[in-house]
Nanobody, 117 residues
Framework: DVQLQASGGGLVQPGGSLRISCAAS????????MSWVRQPPGKEIEWVST????????SDTGSVKGRFTTSRDNAKNILYLQMNNLQPDDTAVYHC??????????RGQGTQVTVSS
């Protein structure tokens, strides 16, 4: 079974940093593009970023450019999202997903990130 488990969320002050992780299992992780999506409170799920299977490129949504960095460790089957200069609008449940952009086929349980003073 495909399993995607995000962790590392928490409460952070505006301007702060946080790194969240996603442990993947049940499929050949290194062969898939992976994405982060998030769901702000009371809103629809939105795409955040995608990283290619080899980790050699990807893309992210405009609102996080220059602040968020997506990376992966294909030896450990882990996806990361380094978030810097966090803002209240970044408050959301963050999920990792298998696939690129919004065309993912699995989305795991998320981790809550709250940005507040």
């Amino acid at each position: 079974d495909v399993q995607l488990q995000a962790s590392g969320g928490g409460l952070v002050q505006p301007g702060g940093s946080l790194r969240i992780s996603c442990a993947a299992s049940g499929f050949p992780f290194s062969q898939y593009a992976m994405s982060w999506v998030r769901q702000p409170p009371g809103k629809e799920i939105e795409w955040v970023s995608t990283i290619f299977a080899g980790g050699n490129g990807g893309s992210d949504t405009g609102s996080v450019k220059g602040r968020f960095t997506t990376s992966r460790d294909n030896a450990k089957n882990i996806l990361y999202l380094q978030m810097n200069n966090l803002q209240p609008d970044d408050t959301a449940v963050y999920h990792c997903a298998r696939g690129a952009g919004t065309a993912y086929d699995y989305r795991g349980q998320g981790t809550q990130v709250t940005v507040s003073s």
